[in-house]
């Protein structure tokens, strides 16, 4: 490859970026030990590693946001210091966080002049950046509309937008962080291309991912990092997947579950003409039909807000609907009294919603008691008439933490202090040790670490295997493919089609994601 | 009712609107930048207690508004300390100002004037006299146009003419400078800010005290222009009125002078009309002076459409990790 050549090629130059023993920690938490890493000059640099290993403090460190207890920072060869992000606007290190730094209302030239305009007055900062956002529109499949305001665009444009705002500050290493945790894979595809256009100009850039396709796919160099050190840095066609997640977790880790063929039984879910119109009188769901099967996953695929999310909320009792729901045969209230959370999990439905944080649990309250939420009324959790029996609820906190492994197994912690992965393991916990026969589960592994994936597949596979249904909503498609028993994609409000996992791949789903009919 | 009626109620409504239209703009200020302020009264009251006395004790009304100005900076630079620097809750931090002020201006004009909290008339250079623009008596006769100018337009004092200047001036700074584009992403992402390299804190400080000089020629205008001399209370919830006709404006300039112009008519209607007699059945003065309050009350109910504030309004900027 012509990228990998020009990496040989420029490796005696001064590297663009050099990091020298940087170290940096929050009272008593050590985020950063000794770090040490080369960027080269005109390539694609990875770095990977679980939430909580140090990446993001390190990138905050590069552009300015903390100073590092000790190290240093070369740029080009030459020592620089980076008190603010100014001065790393200056060193020519430009920023993409993964939660977009733009003004929701302004049009994207007044986002990209923001903070270095020409002068007093705007209308000339405002004439040249709409010059020199032609100039690299035409370059490396840039285009976005300047005069649009931000909150009109999709993610991927936005994406694009903090790009050129980089890109207009004359950056020349660039660093995104988990770029494509919000966009499809025709988007993704398209911001690969885009960074392959920008290294073959000589850009560097940093990916900051969890991902190791991407990985795998677009970087010439790769560094792993693991709580707060650096573990290795290898060339990316010298390693494999299974290398890295061994690497960043410190054990052996299965990326594919392992799973026997399903034993699809009698239909435990029924669902018929489903329709939901939402509080600004659009059409959300727009005549839903599927069944699930005891004994099988079935996963929804499908771009984020295309109605999946409004299809978990009418199963699991907070959003009202039209329409026919059957569980294990029996008709389910839609509306009224009968419709909400509690009676559907009499019925036997568990829920663990997509947004964990919001409708999951309730961040300051303790883990044990967060374990008991939804079914506080069982009767082992009565004292009497009156009271709670606070210790029993303790107690089975206790054990169901043990046996899903939340880390610290520690019942009296406030929710909010567990990592992503250990909050998801309580709230599935609470649902799946309730037996249901139907578990609904969305994004199962959005913000877990790669540890816990692992651990929560595991568990849905179980669950599967003990004869339970189980829909899991996932805009992961990898997660879709390697869990699901059968697969149905859902584009605005409909479901476009319904696919076999071994009969298909990324790029069919991907196009019925779009809503091309294949 | 006659053309004369009409420009001595619409007059009226000027100089009743002032000082709600600077206070308004205050709160724009602030708010566009992220920083609710609910301290507008108690900036105003203090501007208005010290702008009365200080013109009274040196006899000169523009000392009266440096001092008034002062006032209501310090108040200001409380409230900035309290919300930006120490992030403290605005809401909180605006009560208290208001408690501060109204508590605070009685105390010290007891000691001083031991007038039971008020400050002694003023008459003469301690206040503000209407300025009779140029022509104004000569047009006079000329029929509607010379009324209009000569009633309406002209003979206002100084600080009336400052507020209406202050609308545009507000829109051009806010949409077509440097200034204006930074302090408005201030109040909708700070963090995008941030990262442009561009301080927060000194952004919010500026905004702050924009308000802080807004609020203190508003004040002063109470004390010295529309009355002669600072009472107990004097701002009568205008704070408040105006963060209503704020909302009512959506955060924009212009329209803010329409909806307080809109408050002020009331008022003027209501001083003006104290009993309304509709064959038989009498409206008593007490409900017409209740108007503006009703009519802030329904906008605040939110009949005025959607109105979407700036997104980081309230919210002390803090670095994420």
């Known amino acids: 490859m012509g990228a990998r050549q020009q990496t040989e090629r420029q490796a005696t130059a001064a590297p663009a970026i050099e990091l020298r023993a940087i170290s940096k920690a929050f009272g008593p938490v050590q985020a950063n030990k000794d770090i040490s890493i080369r960027v080269e000059r005109g390539t694609i640099h990875g770095i990977v590693g679980e939430n909580g290993a140090g990446k993001s403090t390190l990138m905050s460190i590069l552009y300015g946001f903390y100073r590092a207890d000790a190290g240093e920072i070369l740029i080009g060869g030459r020592p620089v210091q980076i008190p603010d992000s100014q001065a790393a606007i200056r060193a020519g290190i430009g920023m993409v966080f993964q939660h977009f730094k733009l003004v929701q209302n302004f049009t994207v030239l007044e986002n990209v002049i923001l903070g270095v305009e020409e002068g007093a007055l705007l209308r000339p900062s405002l004439n040249k950046a709409r010059r020199v956002l032609g100039d690299l529109a035409r370059e490396y499949e840039l285009d976005v509309d300047p005069d649009a305001a931000i909150e009109d665009l999709s993610v991927g444009h936005q994406q694009r937008v903090e790009i050129l705002k980089a890109l207009y500050r004359q950056a020349d290493i660039l660093i995104l962080d988990e770029p494509t945790g919000v966009l499809t894979p025709d988007e993704a595809d398209h911001l690969f291309r885009i960074l392959a256009s920008l290294r073959d100009q000589g850009k560097t850039i940093i990916l900051i991912t969890h991902k190791l396709r991407e990985i795998m796919e677009i970087t010439d160099a790769v560094s792993v990092m693991r709580r707060g050190e650096m573990v290795a840095t290898l060339k990316t066609a010298s390693t494999s997947p299974e290398e890295l997640a061994e690497r960043m977790v410190g054990r052996k880790v299965l990326l594919h579950v392992p799973k026997g063929p399903a034993n699809p039984g009698r239909n435990v879910l029924e669902v018929e003409n489903l329709r939901v119109v939402d509080a600004a009188g659009i059409e959300r769901l727009r005549g839903i039909g599927l069944t699930v099967r005891a004994g099988e996953i079935l996963g929804v695929a499908g771009v984020a807000g295309n109605g999946q999310s409004e299809l978990l909320k009418v199963l699991g009792g907070f959003q009202r609907a039209t329409g026919r729901v059957r569980v294990n045969g029996d008709d389910i209230d839609l509306t009224g009294r009968r419709s909400d959370g509690q009676t559907r999990r009499a019925r036997g439905i568990a829920h663990v919603p997509e947004d964990r944080q919001a409708l999951g649990l309730i961040m300051d309250f303790t883990a044990w008691e967060n374990c008991a939420f939804g079914y506080h009324n069982a009767p082992e959790y009565q004292k009497n008439a009156l009271f709670m029996d606070n210790a029993a609820m303790q107690a089975d906190a206790q054990a169901k933490m043990e046996r899903f492994d939340v880390r610290p197994p520690t019942a009296t912690l406030a929710a909010k202090s567990f990592s992503g992965g250990n909050q998801q393991k309580i709230v599935l916990a609470r649902e799946i040790e309730r037996n249901p026969d139907l578990l609904l589960v969305g994004q199962p592994t959005r913000g877990v670490d790669i540890g816990a994936i692992e651990f929560i597949h595991k568990r849905l596979v179980a669950l599967r295997d003990a004869g339970k249904a189980v829909l899991m909503v996932s805009v992961e498609l990898e997660e879709i493919l390697s869990l699901s028993d059968r697969i149905v994609v859902m584009f605005d409000g409909r479901i476009m089609g319904e696919r076999l996992p071994d009969q298909t791949n990324e790029r069919e789903l991907g196009l019925l994601m779009a809503g091309v009919a294949a | ?321």
């Open chain 2, 1 to 321: 009712m006659d053309l004369m009626t009409a420009l001595q109620i619409l007059d009226s409504t000027v100089r009743l609107g002032t000082p709600l239209l600077l206070a308004c703009l205050a709160g724009l200020y602030s708010e566009r930048a992220g920083i609710f302020d609910i301290g507008l009264e108690g900036k105003m009251l203090m501007a208005a207690f010290f702008s009365g006395a200080v013109a009274f004790v040196t006899g000169s009304v523009w000392l009266g508004l440096i001092a008034g100005i002062a006032g209501a900076m310090s108040l200001a630079v409380v409230h900035g300390l309290a919300s930006i620097t120490f992030r403290g809750n605005q809401l909180i931090s605006g009560v208290a100002i208001n408690f501060l002020a109204s508590g605070l201006t009685v105390l010290i004009g007891q000691k001083w004037f031991a007038l039971g909290g008020r400050t002694p008339a003023l008459s003469g250079e301690g206040r503000f006299q209407p300025i009779v623009l140029p022509f104004a008596d000569s047009l006079r006769d000329v029929p509607v146009i010379g009324p209009v100018y000569y009633e309406l337009i002209s003979g206002h004092t100084a600080l009336v003419y400052v507020a209406f200047a202050a609308v545009p001036i507000s829109w051009w700074l806010l949409f077509r400078t440097r200034f204006g584009l930074r302090l408005r992403a201030v109040g909708e992402n700070p963090a995008a800010v941030d990262t442009a390299g561009i301080s927060v804190t000194r952004l919010r400080y500026a905004a702050v005290a924009i308000a802080g000089l807004l609020t203190g020629i508003a004040g002063a205008y109470l004390a010295t222009g529309l009355s002669a001399g600072f009472v107990k209370e004097m701002t009568a919830g205008r704070g408040f009125i105006a963060l209503a006709a704020l909302i009512f404006a959506k955060w924009r300039p212009v329209p803010a002078l329409g909806a307080t112009m809109l408050f002020g008519l009331l008022e003027a209607v209501a001083n003006r009309y104290q009993n309304i007699d509709l064959g038989g059945v009498v409206i008593p003065v007490q409900a017409m002076q209740a108007l503006p309050y009703v009519l802030t009350v329904i906008i605040l109910a939110g009949f005025v459409g959607k109105a979407i504030p700036p997104r980081a309004g309230g919210e002390p900027y803090v670095k994420e990790r």
